[in-house]
């Protein structure tokens, strides 16, 4: 069974510009969920998608955005980048009313200068 | 909703116990487990559900007490590659799946 897998591994952007991150589910698995975690702290949640749709949201402003595709990848989008963004986002595949565990990315660590 | 985690770090040699515990103010449908090394992505350790059950994984189990909204990790025997920061998340339920919120995590660190 494959794992998730992100892209990129690391990226660096400028204040004010837009990226988009990169996540391909667990075969078998079809909801995802995206994480940010600062340096020394627990992941905190952005969003989960399932059935293509966001299905609940963390304390997240409006310009962190996402998309899930047919075959259950996902994309983060965050506009308008500020230096706090620096992180590194996470994203987990699970599978709805299994009862089972996330299947964390090695993560994308963004740099904003 | 953030789960609370304590101790927030310890230290051991080969072959000690350690226990950790996590803590919430609201009421818990499930309790993940996850350890993450420097650098890696966090791996899934156990879940538990609701019902006051308790898990083993080799020499890694957890209890989960639903009345007082509070797990516990226990580790025995701990091995060097038990190192790393482990955390424990909080399940609550949204409308097609369930909100894994983490808490701020706890550092364990075994020395020989």
């Known amino acids: 069974e494959t794992g998730v897998t992100q892209s990129p591994t690391h990226l660096i952007k400028t204040r004010g510009q837009q990226v988009t991150l990169r996540c391909s589910s667990q075969?078998?698995?079809?909801?995802v969920s995206w994480y940010q975690q600062a340096l020394g702290q627990g992941p905190q949640f952005i969003f989960q998608?399932?059935?293509?749709?966001?299905?609940g949201r963390g304390n997240f402003p409006p310009r962190f955005s996402g998309l899930q595709f047919p075959n259950y990848s996902s994309e983060l989008n965050v506009n308008a980048l500020e230096l706090d963004d620096s992180a590194l986002y996470l994203c987990?595949?699970?599978?709805?009313?299994?009862?089972?565990?996330?299947?964390f990315g090695s993560g994308t660590r963004l740099t904003v200068v | 909703q953030q789960p609370v985690q304590s101790p927030q770090a310890v230290i051991l040699r080969e072959g000690e116990d350690a226990v950790i515990n996590c803590s919430s103010s609201?009421?818990?449908?499930?309790v993940h487990w996850y350890r993450q090394k420097h650098g890696e992505a966090p791996v899934f350790l156990m879940i538990?559900?609701?019902?006051?059950e308790q898990k083993g994984h080799d020499k890694i189990s957890a209890s989960f007490n639903e009345k007082k909204q509070q797990s516990s990790l226990y580790l025995t025997a701990s091995q060097l590659s038990y190192s790393g920061t482990y955390f424990c998340?909080?399940?609550?339920?949204?409308?097609?799946?369930?909100?894994?919120?983490f808490g701020a995590g706890t550092i364990l660190r075994v020395k020989s």
């Open positions: 987990a595949s699970s599978r709805t009313g299994t009862g089972g565990g996330y299947t």
């Open positions: 075969s078998g698995h079809n909801t």
């Open positions: 998608y399932y059935r293509e749709e966001e299905n």
């Open positions: 609201k009421a818990l449908y499930s």
């Open positions: 538990l559900l609701k019902g006051g």
């Open positions: 998340g909080t399940e609550f339920w949204m409308e097609y799946g369930n909100k894994l919120v």
